[in-house]
């Protein structure tokens, strides 16, 4: 299992990844899946991966060395513009579906890659996108801020309520961090160390780009106090005040 | 969708259930979902379902009614213990498979039940069970006091983070709404009203039975105090302290 999450804010971006990947629950390793192509002042593009290792892995390959299709050899450190770089992408998922999908199919094992592709080139305007298994692809709106890929549910619920596209970047990346918590907690597929990035609009460079795992003071602190607040939370709001049944007690 | 919670704790148990159900975006109807077999001092059951609504009605509609199997007829009113009663739906979810199984599966639709089963019955024990859509099932006991059906994603980290097994009675009950309204946040397929129940260990009777809609002032002030408090709770975790970049900046 995997979790990603893309936040696009106001004041920049925020990409957070974990490292678990799993064949089986006896076969648990840690592989990289936030990937970082930068050219301080000229582009800043990250790119986070889910679902089959073998497929994500061939398809950032493709994307790091370049691939030859129809409009010629490109890579993200030479694409124009972040549209291009998510047609790229796009296109290097269906070529290594084109090359492997059939032979996974005849293991039945489903051919399942997902991508989140953030950043900013040259003019352009920061960016984050989705693609799909089939190359396809959306983009994060003012409407909706982020995008999730793999487990994407534990983590949704504080995202769909706190994250809007005028939060702080700071704030964002703090609340990605409690969605990636919340999706460890109870999914045992997810889980450190997790990768990050964050960069300011207009910046074309990363501000941040770190590893955090399981030692790192301010994570775990942040563990501890939304644990608390949570615990102080449910315990603040009064009792039910619900008593006897207003209901019929038949079946139907 | 549906999303059902069995909260088992020491004092006694509570189910919710919300009541929305849907075939396609585009029919969206309102079904009940938790019955109640309750015969005040002698047994007081609760069953809420999940899945497929035909098979999920056509299963409470045998166990209401009876059916004759190779044990005789038997209902939930005539059961003489939980265990029992867990068996008895057991085999009306095999039943039903047997008559509808195959047909629903040629015309592709998925045999999916899953059903909860909580109560006590005469000198037996305060019991929560799930059923399995081959007729199976579980108990939840101290180490796992709840359990869930149907939509479980979006609710289960409130629950995983604080239901114990010597979780307060009316905390647990809270704390299954609010399980309830993350789930509803985030899956619209998960909807008001929503019915619940709570009974006291030991007093072979149900102390709640009542069904919340949307104008519920307690609900909604659970609704709004929850959200208020985890903005409060996020915002007075301090801002990550991340600088730079920790990190080469490859790909690999």
């Given amino acids: 299992m995997t979790y990603c999450v893309g936040i696009l804010v106001k004041d920049g971006l925020v990409m957070i990844a974990d490292t678990r990947t799993n064949a089986g629950l006896d076969n648990i390793s840690t592989f990289r899946k936030l990937h970082m192509f930068e050219v301080p002042g000229e582009r800043v593009v990250a790119v986070a991966s889910a679902g089959n290792l073998a497929a994500a892995q061939a398809v950032v390959q493709l994307v790091s060395e370049g691939f030859e299709d129809e409009t010629g050899v490109h890579t993200l450190y030479t694409v124009p513009s972040m549209f291009a770089a998510a047609q790229l992408i796009g296109r290097a998922v269906q070529q290594v579906f084109k090359t492997d999908g059939p032979s996974m199919e005849a293991m039945n094992a489903r051919f399942d890659v997902m991508l989140l592709l953030g950043g900013q080139i040259g003019n352009g305007r920061l960016r984050l996108f989705q693609i799909y298994s089939a190359g396809n692809f959306i983009k994060a709106s003012t409407d909706t801020p982020y995008l999730q890929i793999g487990e994407h549910k534990y983590g949704k619920p504080i995202l769909d309520r706190a994250v809007r596209f005028d939060t702080d970047l700071y704030d964002a990346l703090k609340l990605g961090l409690i969605s990636m918590d919340s999706t460890m907690r109870s999914n045992l597929g997810v889980g450190m160390p997790i990768d990050m990035m964050v960069c300011n609009r207009d910046a074309l460079k990363s ?40 209901e019929a007690q038949s079946t139907d």
């Fill in 207 to 246: 501000e941040i780009v770190q590893r955090i795992d399981h030692t790192e003071p301010y994570f775990q602190g942040l563990r501890q106090s939304w644990s608390d607040a949570l615990s102080q939370a449910h315990r603040a709001i009064p009792r039910p005040p619900y008593t006897g049944n207003s």
